[in-house]
């Protein structure tokens, strides 16, 4: 009967998609865990990058573990992901609410507010570097004291300057999201709580903050998981500085594996940060994920 009507039965569409799925899992295959399962080998070995890989066991983590910069490294990385997080989910979350309006010049400004994410890093950071430099930059053009302090020479505005750059780069991306998340809300909510009197603050913490909460369960995990991997903004725009007080764990990779020749300890740094994102991603899925998947079903 299907084959007459031309519709596939939901057991001929079952054996499709796994064929559909096929091209997806080489690419992943190939791109992904193959490189992992490289970069995990590598790091029982000793190599400058150039010469012969040799088999050195555990030396190459003996190195990193015990390197007192190691804590360092994953605390300012975890700082950089909890105050970004902060910084990000309520901004992006009021101005994907602002853009899910029905005004027409709001599709304009989001079209506007989309540019920084369409800019290469290293482009932005070369831009605020200039833009922060005390002696040439905004401060000393417009003459204004308050903008011409050492923005990148002081550990704690240092790294405030990397925050807000990456918050000022990637809050367009989240505030699509949540744009999108918003627009899927259904209006007879919000008819509903109007004719009960409720405003707009009421309506908003009461439908529309309930109904983003697996929005919001996404949103974080990509914040979360994407701030584990910021290296080409922080190397361009503070080079780890001062001192170590923007020394992120991918950073730390980079310095060690290409700077100082150490492939070793740098795959065991890329494993770590692997691990910490897997973490991560897992506990996130788990604040909201099975009630995720349940909702999903219901719906099918």
Same mark, same amino acid.
């Given at each position: 009967?299907?084959?007459?009507?031309?519709?596939?039965? /939901?057991?001929?569409?079952?054996?499709?998609?796994?064929?559909?799925?096929?091209?997806?899992?080489?690419?992943? =295959?190939?791109?992904?865990?193959?490189?992992?399962?490289?970069?995990?080998?590598?790091?029982?070995?000793?190599?400058?990058? @150039?010469?012969? $890989? #040799?088999?050195?066991?555990?030396? &190459?983590?003996? %190195?990193?573990?015990?390197?007192?910069?190691?804590?360092?490294? *994953?605390?300012?990385?975890?700082?950089?992901?909890?105050?970004?997080?902060?910084?990000?989910?309520?901004?992006?979350?009021?101005?994907?609410?602002?853009?899910?309006?029905?005004?027409?010049?709001?599709? =304009?400004?989001?079209?506007?507010?989309?540019? /920084?994410?369409?800019?290469?890093?290293?482009?932005?950071? $070369?831009?605020? %570097?200039?833009?922060?430099?005390?002696?040439?930059?905004?401060?000393?053009?417009?003459?204004?004291?308050?903008?011409? +302090?050492?923005? *990148?020479?002081?550990?704690?505005?240092?790294?405030?300057?990397?925050?807000?750059? =990456?918050?000022?780069?990637?809050?367009?991306?989240? &505030?699509? $999201?949540?744009?999108?998340?918003?627009?899927?809300?259904?209006?007879?909510?919000?008819?509903?709580?109007?004719? !009960?009197?409720?405003?707009?603050?009421?309506?908003?913490?009461?439908?529309?903050? /309930?109904?983003? +909460?697996?929005?919001?369960?996404?949103?974080?995990?990509?914040?979360?998981?994407?701030?584990?991997?910021?290296? !080409?903004? @922080?190397?361009?725009?503070?080079?780890?500085?001062?001192?170590?007080?923007?020394?992120?764990?991918?950073?730390?990779?980079? +310095?060690?594996?290409?700077?100082?020749?150490?492939?070793? /300890?740098?795959?065991?740094?890329?494993?770590?940060?692997?691990?910490?994102?897997?973490?991560?991603?897992?506990?996130? #899925?788990?604040?909201?994920?099975?009630?995720?998947?349940? &909702?999903? *079903?219901?719906?099918?």
């Amino acid at each position: 009967m299907s084959a007459l009507t031309g519709h596939s039965s /939901p057991r001929e569409a079952r054996g499709i998609l796994p064929w559909l799925a096929a091209p997806a899992l080489v690419v992943f =295959v190939g791109f992904a865990v193959i490189p992992l399962i490289g970069v995990f080998a590598l790091s029982f070995t000793t190599w400058d990058g @150039i010469g012969t $890989i #040799r088999l050195s066991g555990l030396t &190459s983590w003996r %190195k990193v573990l015990t390197n007192p910069g190691l804590p360092h490294a *994953l605390w300012v990385t975890f700082l950089v992901m909890v105050v970004s997080w902060a910084v990000q989910t309520p901004l992006s979350l009021l101005l994907g609410a602002f853009l899910a309006g029905r005004q027409r010049y709001r599709a =304009v400004l989001g079209v506007v507010y989309f540019i /920084p994410l369409m800019l290469s890093s290293a482009a932005i950071a $070369i831009a605020y %570097k200039a833009l922060l430099d005390p002696n040439f930059g905004l401060g000393a053009g417009l003459n204004i004291h308050a903008l011409s +302090k050492d923005w *990148l020479g002081r550990p704690g505005l240092a790294f405030g300057v990397v925050v807000f750059v =990456v918050s000022w780069q990637f809050i367009p991306f989240h &505030s699509l $999201i949540y744009q999108g998340g918003i627009q899927q809300i259904p209006q007879s909510l919000y008819e509903a709580a109007q004719l !009960d009197g409720a405003g707009r603050i009421r309506q908003f913490f009461s439908i529309t903050l /309930p109904q983003l +909460k697996y929005t919001v369960i996404t949103s974080s995990t990509l914040m979360v998981v994407g701030s584990l991997t910021f290296f !080409d903004l @922080i190397f361009v725009l503070t080079e780890g500085g001062p001192g170590d007080a923007t020394r992120v764990l991918a950073l730390d990779m980079y +310095k060690r594996g290409f700077q100082a020749s150490l492939m070793g /300890p740098a795959s065991a740094i890329a494993v770590i940060l692997v691990l910490l994102g897997l973490s991560l991603a897992l506990l996130l #899925r788990r604040l909201g994920g099975r009630d995720a998947g349940a &909702s999903q *079903l219901e719906g099918v």
